[in-house]
């Protein structure tokens, strides 16, 4: 069973100061990897998509890399901004199954 | 393009009452899916479509029903609420391994 794992829970930053947010996973047999962002009371917004054959994507600030064969993405934030805070989430697609998400890391950027 | 929503987005049910969860998804994908998000767990499947026509269990299924009304439509029924469906709902549409999301409806069961 796949299970995903995002540490930190929670992580709180001065403004500008640059992130990186973790993601594990245990089975390496997947389609691709995805980071959502969700505000309070709000839905998921899609971030970065990563496929299984990529090792990075890039957004703006944002940079999100895979290693599938250790099981590791993480989200890297450039110059962070107090609108940045949110949840930011990992999930990721199996192979002909159903998309697992971790629990997510709740990020706060103090101005 | 209004994207995927869902109605209601808030409600409060009393223990054993029943309830139809809305989503509707305007941008002609196959595959529409059910969540629930509680606290320090995730987003965990309830239900999922591939397609119109077909339903498949998730991982966490019992005591949820779903219809796939037609391409555009997917709901979510409770028959007889309880506590522990305290949780908030979200809808997802998507295709080729990509989903997108609705605002979610946060339900309250006492």
């Known amino acids: 069973k796949q299970e995903v794992t995002q540490i930190p829970a929670a992580l709180s930053v001065p403004e500008g100061e640059n992130l990186v947010l973790n993601c594990s996973f245990t089975?390496?047999?997947?389609?691709?990897l995805q980071w959502f962002r969700q505000d309070p009371g709000k839905g998921l917004t899609s971030l970065l998509l990563?496929?299984?054959?990529?090792r990075e994507q890039t957004s703006g600030r944002l940079n999100a890399s895979l290693d599938k064969s250790s099981g590791r993405s993480t989200l890297y934030i450039a110059a962070s901004q107090p609108g940045d805070s949110a949840t930011y989430l990992c999930?990721?697609?199996?192979?002909?199954?159903?998309?697992?998400f971790g629990a997510g890391t709740r990020l706060t950027v103090k101005p | 393009n209004a994207g995927v929503t869902q109605t209601p987005k808030f409600q409060v049910l009393k223990t054993g009452q029943s309830m139809t969860l809305q989503c509707a998804q305007d941008?002609?994908?196959?595959?529409m899916y059910w969540y629930r998000q509680d606290p320090g767990m995730g987003l965990r499947l309830i239900y999922y479509?591939?397609?119109?026509?077909?339903?498949d269990k998730g991982e966490v299924p019992n005591g949820y029903n779903v219809s796939r009304l037609n391409k555009r439509e997917f709901s979510l029924r409770l028959e007889s609420a309880a506590p522990s469906q305290t949780s908030v709902y979200f809808c997802?549409?998507?295709?080729?391994?990509?989903?997108?999301f609705g605002p979610g409806t946060r339900l309250t069961v006492t």
């Open positions: 941008m002609n994908h196959n595959s």
């Open positions: 999930a990721v697609n199996p192979l002909g199954r159903d998309m697992r």
């Open positions: 479509s591939a397609s119109e026509g077909t339903t």
């Open positions: 990563i496929q299984s054959s990529q």
């Open positions: 997802a549409s998507g295709q080729v391994y990509e989903q997108y």
């Open positions: 089975d390496s047999a997947i389609y691709n």
